[in-house]
């Protein structure tokens, strides 16, 4: 009886496996969130599939990926623009972070797009890991460099550096309590708001990765970090830590 019951199961198992691997085949059993350098040599693997780039054209102009191609995913016509692309095929995905990118490449997956790879983290991560990047035009600005940067952290108040950028949906919210603190603890705390997209090559230097993200100096000597949205009352009381 259990050698006919096994006879039996032998055909279910052998369907489920033909599933399983034409799932694979159809690009539905690979892992498609990457780090940076799984991105890159993934690149490396489809050197003709298209690298898009889902940040605003002024992000795109100050460094992105060779051979990359911009399409804003906040754009109307987004759908439109992927639309000329082959379904079938690999594509990539990024943007700074890898929020837009997610959104972005959850819609190309929705409109049958069959293999999409996002690179985890976005261009904060690829940068991290010293991975190059080109630029629209022949002499790109890094922005404020390291001295500048040090510059800004002496003195006798305790610095707080916001890393924020405009597209930030937590850096905006925390934006109006920023100010807040700039105003009431003005005596005792100086707060400074540094745009990371004007600022690549210092983000880099200080291997800043995420965003929202703080700092908090004394004297020259980092006292305090946090990254991701963080409540004002946190805030202030890592600060009275400090002064």
């Not at 279910?12 to 034409?22: I, K, Q, T």
């Not at 050197?47 to 995913?73: M, Q, Y």
Request: glycine share 4%.
């Amino acid at each position: 009886m259990q050698i006919n019951r096994m006879a039996q199961l032998r055909p279910v198992a052998f369907f489920m496996l033909v599933a399983l691997l034409n799932n694979c085949s159809n690009g539905q059993g690979t892992r498609t969130n990457l780090s940076a350098l799984e991105f890159e040599a993934k690149i490396k693997q489809f050197p003709t599939a298209p690298i898009l780039d889902v940040r605003t054209p002024g992000e795109f102009s100050k460094g992105h990926l060779r051979n990359a191609v911009n399409v804003d995913w906040n754009v109307s016509n987004f759908v439109s623009q992927i639309a000329k692309l082959d379904k079938s095929k690999p594509v990539f995905v990024y943007c700074l972070s890898g929020v837009r990118s997610s959104e972005a490449s959850s819609q190309m997956r929705s409109n049958g797009f069959r293999e999409v790879y996002e690179l985890n983290g976005g261009l904060l991560k690829w940068r991290s890991a010293d991975l190059p990047e080109t630029s629209s035009t022949k002499v790109r600005s890094m922005g404020m460099t390291l001295q500048d940067f040090n510059n800004l952290i002496v003195g006798d108040k305790v610095v707080l550096i916001d890393f924020y950028a405009d597209w930030c949906a937590p850096c905006k919210k925390m934006e109006p309590y920023l100010q807040e603190i700039s105003k009431e603890m003005t005596n005792e705390v100086l707060v400074i708001r540094i745009n990371t997209d004007d600022n690549p090559g210092l983000c880099k230097e200080l291997k800043i990765d995420a965003l929202p993200f703080l700092q908090v100096y004394k004297s020259k000597t980092l006292a305090w970090t946090n990254t991701g949205y963080i409540e004002k009352a946190d805030v202030i009381k890592q600060l009275q830590k400090v002064y």
